[in-house]
Structure formats: C-alpha cells, structure tokens
C-alpha cells in the first residue's frame, strides 16, 4: 500500500534556468543524501529545458525527475507541445497533468487531462493528476462533486491495475501561490476523504487506497507536518516553499521525524 512511502515533491512552475535548476538539485541531493533508503519518495519537477542534464544528474539517484506537462500524441503537427517519447529520453518517471494554472491559465479540459493520464500511463511513466476546486465551487458547497468529476473523467476507463501508475495531487485553486491561503487542517482531511472513496469506487478499495493521495497549496514549514499527519495523505506537493533546497530539507526533515 502507498501508505508506507511519504511522497514529497515540488513542481519549480516557470522559474529556475537551467543552472539554477542544477545548483538547487546538487544541493538537495546533498542534504537528502541519507534518506535514500528511507520511505521517502522525493521528487523534483523543473522547467523542461533542464530535464535532459537534470535527468543524466539524477540517473540512479533517489530523486525522481518529473515533467510539467506533456501532450498525449507520440509525434506529429503539434507546435510547442512535447511528446512523452521526447520525455522518456531525458528520464522523466513522473508526469505532472492537469496542474491548476494549466486548467485556468491556459484552459485546458478534464477530456484532454484523460487523454493525457492514458498516453502517459501506455508511455510507462507515474501520472500525477492534480484537481482541485476554485474559490467560487468551494463557495457553492460543491467542492466535492467537481473534485469526483475531475477524477471520473481523467480517470475514465483504468483498470485497477493501472492505478498503479497514478498519483494524485489535491490543490485547491483557491490555496496555490501568492495569492492562496493554506487550505485548514480539517477541510483537507474532508476532501482526502471524499477524493478516497471516488478512487476505492473506481478501482475497488485495494487499488483505490494504493493510490497516493497528496496535498499542495501554500504548504510551508509551519502547515507541512500537521498536514502530512491526517489520515488519507499520502505526501505534499509543494510549490515555492521547496524552492530553496534547504527550506526544503527542512520540511522533509519535520515530516520524516
Ligand atoms: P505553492 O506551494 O507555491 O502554493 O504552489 C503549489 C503548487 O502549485 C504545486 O504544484
């Protein structure tokens, strides 16, 4: 069951050039080294023109390589889009799908989210699907229902076997970046358990509770263990609190303890 690791990741969103991106994965690779044997499952998702030197750094490591964003075709017309095949050679294992500031940045759909999970699933990479409910659906009370509608479609049609392959990131629109507030302690515990039982009746409850549930959204050095304590929180995704490699160690520190 994935309730044995801690998944801990951050997603670098447009920042860090390529050098930046190598000095702060040197550095936390360093302060991180001892924990390779732990269940620590750590995870770092730069900008994709770092990927291939992040990738050969990394190979072997215990850090895993992500990717923002990919398309769902192999190779064709489609401009500024790239494909997982071009991933999978600078050693990407984990692909990030759906991120919030994809969905409302650049309006992308739940039917292309599942098209997406599906290409990388076949491409053998972890999709890390995000969802998560704005201000205003939160404001309706309807949080829950656009959360289950958000897994039901980019989810459509897995077997339980290919939950294996899926991860998912809870990230209330409303709590990411310099204008979000830390969802609480207790409305996250509500909706891990909501997003729970639509993946237990998706894949049935062995494979549903397998699949990694983490939060993300204004985690900080202060919110981080409290949250990685509720039941149905498999880990944190973190965004600009990570950033830094030893402000992140610090938190994976609070966390492993
Ligand atoms: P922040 O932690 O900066 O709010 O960002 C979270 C996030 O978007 C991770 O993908």
């Known amino acids: 069951m994935s309730q044995k690791y801690i998944y801990l990741g951050t997603n670098t969103k447009m ?3 390529i050098g930046d991106t190598m000095s702060y994965l040197q550095r936390l690779h360093e302060l991180t080294a001892d924990l390779a044997n732990s269940p620590l499952r750590l995870f770092v998702i730069p900008s ?12 072997g490591s215990h850090i895993l390589l992500g990717a923002q964003n990919m398309c769902w075709e ?11 095949v071009m991933l999978k ?21 739940d039917e292309q989210e599942e098209k997406k999970v599906k290409a990388a699933i076949a491409c053998g990479f972890t999709a890390l ?11 309706y009370g309807i949080s829950d229902e656009i959360l289950s509608v958000q897994l039901k479609k980019a989810l459509y049609g897995l077997k339980p076997e290919d939950a294996r392959k899926v991860q998912v990131a809870y990230e209330p629109v409303w709590a990411i970046g310099v204008n979000g507030v830390p969802a609480a302690a207790d409305y996250v ?5 909501a997003i729970r039982s639509v993946l237990c009746a998706l894949f049935g409850n062995k ?5 990694p549930l983490l939060y993300g959204g204004s985690v900080n050095k202060d919110n981080a263990v409290e949250l990685t304590k509720l039941p149905d929180v498999d880990g944190l995704f973190i965004g600009r609190s990570a950033w830094d490699a030893e402000a992140f160690n610090n938190i994976i520190r609070q966390v492993m303890i």
Do not use: W
Request: hydrophobic share 30%; proline share 1%.
């Open 74 to 84: 192999k190779e064709g017309q489609f401009t500024g889009e790239i494909s997982p």
């Open 129 to 139: 699907l995000c969802i998560g409910e704005t201000k205003r659906e939160k404001e």
């Open 15 to 17: 920042y860090k050039t």
């Open 89 to 109: 050679e600078t050693g990407v294992s984990v692909v990030e799908i759906g991120h919030s500031e994809r969905r409302h940045i650049f309006a992308e759909t």
């Open 207 to 211: 494979a549903g509770n397998g699949v």
């Open 48 to 59: 994709y023109t770092s990927l291939d030197r992040a990738g050969i750094y990394l190979k």
């Open 189 to 193: 515990l509500m909706r891990h358990r």
